[in-house]
């Protein structure tokens, strides 16, 4: 089954939910809608799932317009960020649920409440309620009944949000592989970069009710079309700073200038904003030589540290520069013990940054880093 | 006793000053027992006054029965005019108490779960029928049933209840209702289940408690309500209270008959609450009581 939405628009009132979202979903692929809270995912689902009705475009399932259908006309399993189960029901009448109503017969229903509970690892507890589980049990119940209906739209609305770190990552990983044996379309919303990358698949990015980009999740990473979908495909934020291009010199707002470089060779003059991620940015000791001379591929900026957060094998160091440009974060291999007012300076490495134009979208001289934004590329990305 | 020894052991002097005498008990203790005791008092004077007879009661105080006697009881067992008014009023109050709670689970669904024209003024002027004292309705209900040929009868008073109990099941249950979350129904219809058969599957399972809450006050308040229950009734229906009310006539008044019937009237209440302890509690915990 395909489900295509064709400008789907949901108002409240003069409240915009929603604004003409277009995507076009292929069974048996992963498709990321990545926003941050608030910024519509739910809601989107809700459409699709047809929980809510939209109050503008169509909703097109193989070619079948069902935008007036309710949920139950349609093949439709959701997971919820709470974990969502019967409570009064046994953990094997809450994964059964979905098939004695479709009304099967005893022995299929026993086979693939079975085979269900032994992918999420839930033989033990068949028996329980819900309220005798952990939250990660009590996810793998909900994950189970999405599984056993063998709906052709799988809803999951970050599933692992509210799960530890250790069971995210194993259910992560596990999650697309089961559900696209059933061949259905997957479609998951979460806030967080990481997991979309992990994810692949194609990736959606919301702001605030509007599809920013779609496309496959490596290419809207790496080439994002605007800074909606920069900003929201960056963790930590991304790095903005405002310049003015004129006669292949860029200039900060506090007036130095530096060779108009990678995104911004061959601009048009006039002001743009310079994004980049922490990645892009280095951090260079003073005195210990490696800020001293020409960068190589980019301007540099004196500061002083303000926080560093180390996670595992990197360092992210927020980097408040002296010339009031604000806070930079600048990503450093290795745990560095950092201390708040040490004196460094930030390298920018050009070639990894993008240049928005004042409404935001990616501007680009050469024709090669064009963006490709819509849905150009629509065949399945393989996982 | 064991926890406020414990209570007052960080008190090291005055424990070891109250050493010799172990076992004293504390103020809290001593309050808490009078407390209960006072509480109790009527209760216990009512069964008290039941075993009596007539003569013993009115020759002066005895704190229990001098000429213990079980013919006050024997006198209602064996009148079927008791008998009657016991099961009128059993079977209004059931009645009564069935039909609130089940008008008023649809109508809690609603007010919780959809958005409509006038749902919270509704809401509000559903309360606003408790607020009035059951005199004032008397008078048009007995003249409704009058004309509809409802009077005297269990329906006249059971639907008469339902002016104030359907209102108060309705509030009861929203409040029970609301506090289980939307997606569970979203759930359900996902799952593909009819609502009716998600109502009563899935989602009366999950308000046990409030029904029992709803259910336990609804019969309550119809079990002790005295001037419809009379007023809309007169022979063929007549209630415990209009039994009762026989209990003083030209004779003078017969004490000990009026306490028995009293004991008698108290036993279904507390049975009714003894089944429906766990609910309560939890509910009272859980909802809006």
């Known amino acids: 089954m395909s489900l295509v939405l064709d400008a789907v628009g949901l108002k409240r009132g003069d409240e915009v939910i929603i604004a003409d979202a277009s995507l076009d979903l292929q069974p048996g692929t992963m498709n990321v809608l990545l926003g941050p809270t608030l910024s519509g995912k739910t809601t989107l689902m809700r459409l699709m799932a047809g929980l809510d009705r939209p109050t503008s475009g169509r909703i097109v399932e193989d070619g079948r317009d069902v935008t007036g259908l309710g949920v139950k006309a349609r093949s439709v399993a959701m997971v919820y960020q709470q974990f969502v189960n019967y409570p009064t029901l046994s953990v094997y009448d809450n994964i059964a649920s979905p098939l004695r109503v479709q009304g099967l017969a005893k022995a299929e229903i026993e086979a693939r409440v079975a085979r269900a509970a032994k992918l999420m690892r839930l033989e033990p507890m068949l028996k329980r309620t819900p309220a005798q589980l952990s939250g990660g049990q009590q996810q793998r119940t909900a994950l189970a009944r999405a599984l056993v209906k063998q709906a052709k739209l799988v809803l999951l609305d970050e599933p692992l949000a509210n799960l530890d770190y250790k069971l995210r990552e194993e259910l992560r990983e596990e999650l697309p592989r089961i559900f696209a044996e059933t061949g259905a379309i997957l479609v998951y919303a979460t806030t967080e970069p990481g997991e979309a990358l992990l994810l692949r698949g194609r990736t959606a990015t919301l702001h605030e009710g509007r599809i920013t980009q779609v496309g496959p999740t490596a290419a809207v990473y790496r080439d994002p079309a605007n800074r909606d979908a920069a900003r929201v495909f960056s963790d930590p934020p991304l790095n903005e700073l405002a310049v003015t291009v004129a006669g292949g010199t860029a200039t900060l707002a506090d007036g130095r200038g530096f060779p108009a470089e990678g995104p911004l060779a061959g601009l048009p003059d006039g002001a743009c904003t310079l994004g980049f991620r922490a990645d892009a940015a280095r951090v260079a000791t003073q005195g210990g030589g490696l800020g001293d001379g020409l960068p190589p591929s980019g301007p540099s900026f004196p500061g002083a540290v303000s926080v560093t957060e180390i996670s595992g094998s990197e360092s992210f160091v927020h980097v408040v520069t002296d010339a009031g440009l604000g806070t930079v974060v600048c990503l450093v291999e290795g745990v560095h013990a950092f201390e708040p007012g040490d004196r460094v300076a930030v390298e920018l490495d050009l070639g990894a940054a993008f240049a928005f134009g004042p409404d935001g979208r990616r501007i680009a001289a050469r024709g090669g880093r064009a963006v490709a934004t819509g849905p150009g590329l629509r065949q399945p990305v393989p996982a | ?289």
């Not at chain 2, 409040?175 to 998600?198: H, K, L, M």
Request: glycine fraction near 6%; hydrophobic fraction near 55%; aromatic fraction near 14%.
């Open chain 2, 1 to 289: 006793m064991s926890s406020s020894s414990v209570l007052s052991a960080p008190l090291g002097a005055a424990s070891a000053a109250a050493a010799p005498t172990a076992r004293r008990p504390s103020g809290t203790t001593v309050g808490i027992a009078l407390y209960v005791l006072f509480l109790f008092v009527p209760i216990y004077w009512l069964v008290n006054v039941s075993f009596k007879t007539n003569t013993d009661i009115l020759s002066g105080l005895s704190l229990w029965p001098q000429h213990p006697t079980l013919d006050n009881y024997r006198r209602i067992f064996v009148d079927p005019e008791w008998h009657a008014s016991f099961v009128n009023s059993i079977l209004y109050v059931g009645i009564n108490t069935i039909v609130s709670v089940a008008v008023a689970l649809p109508a809690a669904y609603a007010f919780s779960r959809y958005r409509f024209v006038g749902d919270k003024p509704l809401f509000f002027w559903l309360l606003s029928n408790l607020m009035a004292p059951p005199a004032v309705y008397a008078m048009p209900f007995f003249n409704l049933y009058s004309a509809t040929g409802l009077f005297d009868s269990i329906w006249a008073v059971a639907l008469a209840h339902c002016l104030f109990n359907v209102p108060l099941a309705v509030w009861i249950l929203e409040g029970f209702i609301s506090g289980v979350p939307r997606e569970i129904d979203e759930t359900a219809a996902i799952d593909g289940y009819s609502f009716p058969r998600f109502f009563v599957k899935i989602f009366l399972p999950l308000i046990a408690n409030g029904i029992g809450v709803a259910a336990f006050f609804c019969f309550m308040f119809s079990w002790v309500e005295q001037l419809l229950a009379t007023t809309l009734t007169t022979v063929d229906a007549k209630p415990i209270a209009g039994m009762m009310s026989r209990a003083y006539s030209a004779a003078g008044l017969d004490w000990g008959l009026l306490a028995a019937a009293g004991v008698l009237t108290m036993i279904p209440g507390a049975i009714v609450i003894w089944f429906v302890r766990n609910h309560i509690a939890k509910g009272f915990a859980l909802g809006r009581v």
